[in-house]
């Protein structure tokens, strides 16, 4: 059983700053890349950013230079800081993994999604 919890978002003001995280935990074998995803009301979910497990990282272009990915693979947690918020930025975000868990010893790949948390931009 894998877990993902995302905590950090909110509601600030357009310019403002937040910086949200995801934790995963249980029978984690190994994770490769991992991201976060966006979901506006009535639009589809789109990436934001992600970054692999050698801090290899990807951008929206709607992002790029506003937002940074990080993550510390002791504590299996993925960043992401969020700063000159714009009202276009406000959705429920998404934590991702692809991840291997542990069966037995054997890896064993599998993709999962966090619970989502919403970001408010006020303007």
């Known amino acids: 059983q894998v877990q993902l919890v995302e905590s950090g978002g909110g509601l600030v003001q357009a310019g403002g700053s937040l910086r949200l995280s995801c934790a995963a935990s249980?029978?984690?074998?190994?994770?490769?890349?991992m991201g976060w995803y966006r979901q506006a009301p009535g639009k589809q979910r789109e990436l934001v950013a992600a970054?692999?497990?050698?801090?290899?990282?990807n951008y929206a272009d709607s992002v790029r230079g506003r937002i940074t990915i990080s993550r510390d693979n002791a504590k299996n947690t993925v960043y992401l800081q969020m700063n000159s918020l714009k009202p276009e930025d406000a959705a429920v975000y998404y934590c991702?993994?692809?991840?291997?868990?542990?069966?037995?010893?054997?890896?064993?790949?599998?993709?999962?999604w966090g619970q989502g948390t919403q970001v408010t931009v006020s303007s």
């Open positions: 991702n993994a692809d991840l291997s868990v542990d069966r037995r010893g054997v890896p064993y790949p599998l993709d999962y």
């Open positions: 249980g029978s984690i074998f190994s994770i490769n890349a």
């Open positions: 970054i692999t497990s050698s801090s290899s990282t």
